[in-house]
């Protein structure tokens, strides 16, 4: 039987959960190579022959510092040193992948790289004819935005940290004849800006400079706004977990404003609403395209994609793809959680 090990935060609620998974499986308990030990540099010891799955870093203060190699750790919940963290990430996936030889590793540390590099994502997709929303050209300040936006004639965007993710540093932008409105979890305080878990508006052209500005430099990935199917009057869309190639977990996520993450305040809908709504074809031909997605990422045991319906239901498009998106609790297909079918897809692996 080969050995189970995760590169995670010990404490980690999805650590937990793969943890219990395993044991519902008749599995031994999988070895926890902690984050922080990899982030610092330390020695990666896997024994060979083991399925090595690496978890999410997040979450965890240290490691945020020493993957981008601060002397001191962040505020809690501040927006920093996104390309310094993505560099450090890199370099910590290279140690995990060099201790991994002789083993498998249930996700590709290359494809890893690039679900967290959203332009490169953006375009992988789009050479693969992946529908996605179209994207400007990377902005190097608030003003250079409001001129490519001009240049393309959009007066709504999507404005993303290039390397970030759960929404943090993420701007639903709106201008029109002069007036601006950004919808964000972001919160500047004495000069820093901060990831709270309240979405709210700013509509102060100065505040939302100051905000852009801030993360500008960090690289930023902007896309054109894709309105939105509705549900009850809530906006909606859907995270689609792709599990060794095929779409297996489904989670509709509803929310009053543009930005529908369920820690930020967004609510699961119906699945059964959504069927009706777009039709069964409409909802198969979605469906196809995560897939399509997973198809990008072989390497991948697992990815999240997040995929809209537009308003009207005839279309849609993929707004995300996440490395680590399958932290669903709760949320079961034929018995099982996102984990316990990750396993059961593992199993002839795991047992040879």
Sequence with gaps: ?????????????????????????????????????????????????????????????????????????????????????????????????????????????????????????????????????????????YAHLVSLMDDAGWSRVFVKPVHGSSASGVLALRRHRGRVLATTSVEPSQGRLFNSLRVRDYSSPETIESIV????????????????ADLDGMVMDLRVVVIAGRPSHVVVRT??????????GGARGSLQEVLERAGRRRYRAAIETCERVGACFPGCLQVGVDLMFSSDWSRHAVAEVNAFGDLLPGLLVDGRDTYAAQLAALMPAVVA
């Design 255 to 264: 929310s009053r404003g543009p930005i529908t993450n369920l820690h930020l």
């Design 213 to 228: 500005d801030k993360l500008a430099p960090d690289g930023l990935h902007v896309e054109r706004w894709f309105p939105k």
């Design 1 to 141: 039987m080969s050995p189970l090990v995760v590169i995670g935060n010990p404490d980690n609620r999805r650590v937990s959960l793969f943890r219990a998974a395993a044991r519902a499986a008749g599995l031994t308990d999988p070895t926890v190579v902690a984050w922080r030990d990899v982030a610092a540099g330390a020695p990666v010891a896997i024994e060979a022959g083991s399925l090595v799955r690496v978890d999410s870093p997040g979450e965890d203060a240290e490691v945020d510092r020493l993957l981008r190699g601060a002397d001191e750790p962040a505020a809690h919940g501040e927006i920093v040193g996104l390309a310094a963290w993505y560099r450090g990430f890199l370099g910590a996936l290279r140690r995990v992948e060099l201790a991994a030889r002789g083993s498998r590793l249930c996700n590709d540390p290359s494809e890893i790289a690039v679900l967290f590099d959203k332009r490169a994502c953006h375009a992988l997709l789009r050479s693969q004819g992946i529908p996605v929303p179209p994207a400007l050209d990377t902005p190097r300040s």
